[in-house]
């Protein structure tokens, strides 16, 4: 964690670990380098993971 970047997450200003980033078919996983939430990284680029989409009733 980085105390540094800590401040800017609260902003949304998220920064990826290149260290942990890691392919998960057509996209790119990682986590913040901040608060430690998943990031992804798909055609729009790097931003918060969603989550699984929720199943449709």
């Not at 057509?26 to 699984?52: E, N, Q, Y």
């Amino acid at each position: 964690m980085n105390l540094l970047q800590l401040p800017r997450c609260a902003l949304g200003l998220h920064h990826r670990d290149r260290r942990r980033a890691w392919y998960d078919g057509p996209i790119v996983r990682s986590h913040c380098t901040g608060c430690g939430k998943a990031m992804v990284k798909d055609f729009h680029g790097w931003h918060l993971d969603p989550g699984p989409p929720e199943a449709a009733v």
